[in-house]
């Protein structure tokens, strides 16, 4: 499930999940993020922005409260992205209209601002991580 301003909304993956286990009577309540590289990692966020023709950015601030297994970027159908006015990538150069890549640590430090701004099109920023315990 995922939350959209307050409100819980379910994914396409959990709705799927719910028909298939429900046709062999086996009840089913919620999925998980599970990702084989990162056993560890606990948590997965997505932010995003979307635009037309027009700078679009918002910023973010990495709690030191969580280890991060990863920290990656993605746009699609325009670009470039940039982090803190460094360009990450663009898909001008991509036949699928899309790339992405991987944010070193030292690029995104936890307990900064960050601002991560989309040129064109969509575009963002996927975190995995764990809190420290």
Same mark, same amino acid.
């Given at each position: ?16 999940? +719910? $028909?298939?286990? %429900? =046709? $062999? ?9 599970? &990702?084989?590289?990162? !056993?560890?990692? =606990? ?8 635009? &037309?023709?027009? &700078? ?19 746009? +699609?159908? %325009?670009?470039?992205?940039?982090? #803190? ?8 150069? &991509?036949? #699928?209209?899309? +790339? ?5 640590? =030292?690029?995104? !430090?936890?307990? +900064? !601002?960050?601002?991560?701004?989309? #040129?064109? %099109? ?12």
């Amino acid at each position: 499930m995922a939350k959209v301003l307050g409100t819980t909304i379910t994914t396409k993956l959990e709705n799927t999940i +719910a $028909v298939i286990l %429900g =046709t $062999v009577g086996i009840p089913f309540t919620i999925a998980t993020y599970y &990702d084989f590289r990162y !056993p560890t990692a =606990t948590h997965m966020t997505i932010i995003a922005e979307n635009n &037309d023709n027009r &700078d679009e950015s918002f910023t973010v601030n990495l709690p030191g409260t969580f280890i991060y297994s990863e920290r990656s970027w993605f746009i +699609a159908e %325009g670009g470039p992205i940039y982090l #803190n006015g460094t360009e990450l990538g663009s898909d001008y150069y &991509d036949n #699928n209209n899309n +790339a992405q890549g991987t944010i070193l640590q =030292t690029q995104m !430090p936890s307990n +900064a !601002p960050h601002t991560i701004r989309v #040129n064109n %099109g969509y575009g963002g920023l996927i975190l995995i991580y764990r809190n420290q315990q």
